[in-house]
């Protein structure tokens, strides 16, 4: 079965930090660009950062650039997203999604010709 599953999500304190992990089965990352985005509340998507498994390439948004790093374990086909610093305003619904290759567009990554999609993991970031 082709999936992707997130998991980590949880409550922090602001200015304190939680490791997401996107884990796939039924493929393999290493021929895909696998994807972070987050939605918030009332919000549209946010393509957060994107790893491409071709050639290890990161990719960051502004908003979160210098403060969360993509990162991919090839031994357990899982990407990973370590964010620190964090801020009220990272809190949303983090989704992990393979694709084709990434782009940065008006300062938030973009996936194309996305293929598979995970079902979130809650992030909320509040004292």
Not at 57 to 78: E, L, M, P, Q
Request: hydrophobic share 35%; aromatic share 12%; proline share 2%.
């Amino acid at each position: 079965q082709v999936q992707l599953v997130e998991s980590g999500g949880g409550l922090v304190q602001p200015g304190g930090s939680l490791r997401l992990s996107c884990a796939a089965s039924g493929f393999s990352l290493d021929w895909y660009a696998i994807a972070w985005f987050r939605q918030a509340p009332g919000q549209e998507r946010e393509g957060v950062s994107c790893f491409v498994g071709s050639d290890s390439s990161t990719y960051y948004a502004d908003s979160v650039r210098g403060r969360f790093t993509i990162s991919r374990d090839v031994t357990k086909n899982t990407v990973y997203l370590q964010m620190n610093s964090l801020k009220p305003e990272d809190t949303a619904v983090y989704y992990c999604a393979a694709g084709s290759f990434c782009t940065v567009v008006a300062g938030s990554t973009t996936l194309h010709e996305s293929r598979y999609w995970g079902q979130g993991t809650q992030v909320t970031v509040s004292s």
